[in-house]
């Protein structure tokens, strides 16, 4: 009997933080098959990686028959490097990740991964193979350690301990009276968001993932806070083909190639001198973002 309980109050509590707005599509995909229509083709066989090249070749789509979302989507993520996609919001930007991760089937064009399409693999195989950092993560009711161990199952004290450094978090876990065995959620601590971030992290580095999907917040974090998480997004991304879903472009310089969305197509490509080179549409966000952070420092004064 009890082990029929405890799936069924993990749902009850999934369906809680859902209804709070805190979806975690990687627990959502473990917990609850919402996405029952994406089965695995009848002969769909493991994802074999090779280095992790991420790839979208014409890529089209829509959520809804009348309203086509993607049109024409082209990118190459060499295996370790980084891809950045930018664009006022509502361009495409997130959709691009729901489709690595097949929450939904395109229309047109081919998404692969070390040249297999994504529709031919097991779905179990293809999400081993990618962790999501996302915008908002979802803490299950227990200690803080079995938050970042879920990262993978199994995982030894030291190894949590270790994810934890990577993620900058440790400190602030050893500063807590219970440490690890602190609890957190809904009837224990609550964490800010910058510290549910580096929770995510770190079971993200736990999992261990060839691909990695960065879902960059949209709310600001203080400049501190912000440094933390960037060093330790910069730790987790290293060595991993990483795209990366950014609001603030200040963030994303360094990405071996930014992407630039709008209305569903992308409108220009490069490295972020060659974008602001050209003086389109990179180049005004990123004028707009630096007149907006100086007007913010303006206002601190
Ligand atoms: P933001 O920066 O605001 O997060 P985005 O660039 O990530 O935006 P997407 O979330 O990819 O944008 O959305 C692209 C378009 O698809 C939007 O017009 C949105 O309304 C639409 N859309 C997103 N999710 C769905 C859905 N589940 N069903 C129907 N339309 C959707």
Redesign the pocket.
Known sequence: LAQLFRPLDMLGMVYREIKQGLVDMEQMFKLVDTQAEIADAPDAVPLVLRGGNVRFAGVDFS??PR?Q?LHDVSFDIAPGRKLAVV??????????SRILYRFYDIAGGHVTIDGQDIRKVTQSSLRRAIGIVPQDTVLFNDTIGYNIGYGRAGATQAEIEAAAREASIHDFIVSLPDGYATPVGERGLKLSGGEKQRVAIARTILKDPAILILDEA?SALDSATEAEIQDALHNVAERRTTLV?A?RLSTVTDADEIVV?DA?RIVERGTHAELMALTGLYASMWALQQAEAEGEMVAVK
């Open positions: 959520y809804e309203r979302i664009g006022h919001s509502g361009a495409g930007k997130s959709t691009l949209t879903i609001h969305m569903g």
